[in-house]
């Protein structure tokens, strides 16, 4: 499989749940980042791991928790989330040096 | 605050004539801009990018216009077709990888 996979794709979670959302890159990339896109919203930038290092946490709430393993893989742990969370969350890579980002198909969250 | 705006929503063009969508942005230390597209059900993918020092990029029939002055970038896609139908969103950047995105324009072009 080739380029920025997500999985699940679609996820509904109650607001007492826990759940992590995946991410792998094929590419080679060593930068990871995870996005929110809530309807009719610009995609806000939450997490950016560079060489698995974070870089970036965009003043997001606590109940998301990111981790970078190795820089293939990305997750984003979820807890205790609010309805207002729900959105689709889009994971995206880069190369060092390079500003084009290849995003994966994303994963639609539903918190009832 | 919106740093990256994109302020039409969405466009409706006929296939073979110009679609131009439009993108304003606040911060005038932005250096890099990209135009991404998005179908339904996949993520976005990169299209075009123009760093500052230029004020066009072509590539094929996808040209993107910056207007530093006017803080102000277009893309250009002509002639269109019904495949271009999707999302376009603009990024910007101050040469680093965090990006501020618009909202996005959802193009339809009419066959």
């Known amino acids: 499989e080739t380029g920025v996979t997500q999985t699940p794709r679609h996820l509904v979670m109650g607001m007492t749940n826990k759940k992590s959302l995946k991410c792998e890159q094929h590419l080679g990339h060593n930068a990871m980042y995870w996005y929110k896109q809530s309807a009719k919203k610009p995609l806000e930038l939450m997490f950016v791991y560079n060489f698995k290092e974070q870089t970036e946490n965009n003043s997001v709430p606590s109940r998301f928790s990111p981790e970078c393993p190795n820089s293939s893989h990305l997750f984003l742990h979820l807890h205790t989330l609010q309805p207002e969370d729900s959105a689709l969350y889009l994971c995206?890579?880069?190369?060092?040096?390079?500003?084009?980002?290849?995003f994966g198909p994303g994963t639609r969250l539903t918190v009832t | 605050d919106q740093q990256v705006k994109q302020n039409s929503p969405s466009l409706s063009v006929q296939e073979g004539r110009i679609s131009i969508l439009n993108c304003d942005y606040t911060?005038?230390?932005?250096?890099?801009f990209l135009w991404y597209k998005k179908y339904p059900a996949e993520g976005p993918t990169f299209l075009i990018s123009i760093s500052s020092i230029k004020d066009k990029n072509e590539d094929g029939r996808f040209t993107v216009f910056l207007n530093k002055s006017a803080k102000h970038l277009s893309l250009h896609i002509v002639p269109s077709q019904p495949g271009d139908s999707a999302v376009y969103f603009c990024a910007a950047s101050v040469r680093n990888n965090k990006f501020y995105f618009g909202s996005g324009t959802k193009l339809n072009v009419k066959p």
């Open positions: 911060n005038s230390m932005f250096d890099y």
């Open positions: 995206a890579s880069s190369q060092e040096n390079s500003l084009e980002q290849y």
